[in-house]
């Protein structure tokens, strides 16, 4: 069965820490993984990563892809408190457009 | 310009009542996705409309859940009738063309939360 595992479900850090969030999948026919951050309510698009496009980068945040061990990591340097959200991590396996996979989601907290 | 909409944004009803979720999505995408998430689990897809015809309905949990989308507009998702397990959040999200296929960005509204006592 296809899914998607992310870890860990909850991490609470200070400004400036640097964190990696994890998701692994298991999937019969991948085609790209994306990453999502939800602060409150909708969830917003931060990166999408595929066989060709396996690293992605955008101001402190940056997310790569493992295809041989089928898993990627979204990475937030020097920490903010605006970057607490639930980060969420999806696999679209080709499927009809929009018939993506979500893991559970990483919430994650960053005090002052 | 406007992002996607959604009403109600709380719905409290009793078992067996009915309850009408409405998505408006951004102006101009052909596509609307419906999703929900149950407490303590993923997020997971109910259905894909192009314009106004259903593309994918398989994430659809069983035929108490009607989806419309007339005009291929705003769409409604009605679930009829409600029973507890149909608890949960659900989103609605829109892209335009073959977005999802170049970039991965769906623009996804704030969710109705439907609660069934």
């Known amino acids: 069965e296809d899914k998607v595992v992310q870890s860990p479900l909850s991490l609470v850090v200070h400004e400036g820490d640097t964190v990696t969030l994890n998701c692994s999948y298991e999937?019969?026919?991948?085609?790209?993984l994306l990453w999502y951050k939800q602060e409150k309510k909708a969830p917003t698009f931060l990166f999408m990563l595929?066989?060709?496009?396996i690293e992605k980068k955008s101001g402190r945040l940056s997310s790569i892809l493992d295809k041989k061990e089928l898993f990627s990591i979204l990475n937030i340097t020097a920490t903010q408190t605006g970057d607490s959200a639930v980060y969420l991590c999806a696999l679209y396996y080709g499927g009809s457009q929009g018939n993506l996979i979500f893991g559970k989601g990483t919430k994650l907290s960053v005090k002052p | 310009e406007a992002g996607v909409t959604q009403f109600p944004s709380h719905s409290v009803i009793e078992k067996g009542q009915t309850v009408t979720l409405r998505c408006d999505p951004i102006s101009g995408h052909d596509n609307l996705y419906w999703y929900r998430r149950v407490m303590g689990k993923e997020i997971k897809f109910l259905l894909h409309?192009?314009?106004?015809?259903?593309?994918?309905e398989s994430g659809m949990p069983n035929n108490r859940f009607l989806a419309e989308r007339t005009g291929g507009t705003y769409s409604t998702l009605k679930v009829q009738p409600a029973e507890l397990e149909d608890s949960g959040v659900y989103f609605c999200?829109?892209?335009?063309?073959?977005?999802?296929?170049?970039?991965?960005?769906?623009?996804f509204g704030e969710g109705s939360r439907l609660t069934v006592l």
């Open positions: 595929t066989s060709s496009g």
């Open positions: 999200a829109s892209s335009q063309g073959r977005l999802l296929f170049d970039t991965g960005e769906l623009f």
């Open positions: 999937v019969t026919n991948f085609r790209s």
């Open positions: 409309f192009v314009k106004e015809s259903k593309q994918d």
